[in-house]
């Protein structure tokens, strides 16, 4: 995926694997885990679909605080509306990890928190 911009410069925004669909509605994950990394207590954070019955996707966001701090769901949405996020933007459910996963190659194993969330929500976690 790409913007173009008033200049005619081109930029690189994401991959569209990584877009969520909710609803017919198409998500960046990469956008929402830029503005969620903005949290200074946030380390890491990956954002992938949750299955939903209804909408098809929605939006779990995976997040490594940093040692010591504890952030909690709301803190994590407040944080988020201070920033004018739009609604669509906050994650539905957000999955505190004391490690998020990494491929050998040393990237975020997206496809290993696809797997834990869509077992989650099939066994009503």
Excluded: W
């Amino acid at each position: 995926m790409a913007k173009i911009d008033e200049k005619g410069y081109v930029t690189l925004t994401g991959r569209i694997k990584e877009m969520i669909n909710r609803g017919g509605e198409s998500i960046s994950a990469v956008e929402i885990e830029r503005l969620i990394s903005d949290h200074p207590d946030v380390q890491l954070v990956a954002l992938v679909p949750m299955p939903d019955k209804d909408l098809g996707e929605r939006a779990c966001a995976y997040i490594q605080a940093l040692p010591g701090v504890n952030l909690d769901f709301q803190a994590i949405i407040a944080f988020l509306k201070s920033r004018q996020v739009s609604v669509l933007q906050l994650p539905e459910r957000i999955e505190f990890v004391e490690e998020i996963p990494l491929t050998k190659t040393g990237k975020m194993d997206k496809q290993a928190l696809v797997k834990d969330i869509t077992d989650k929500v099939s066994t009503g976690a």
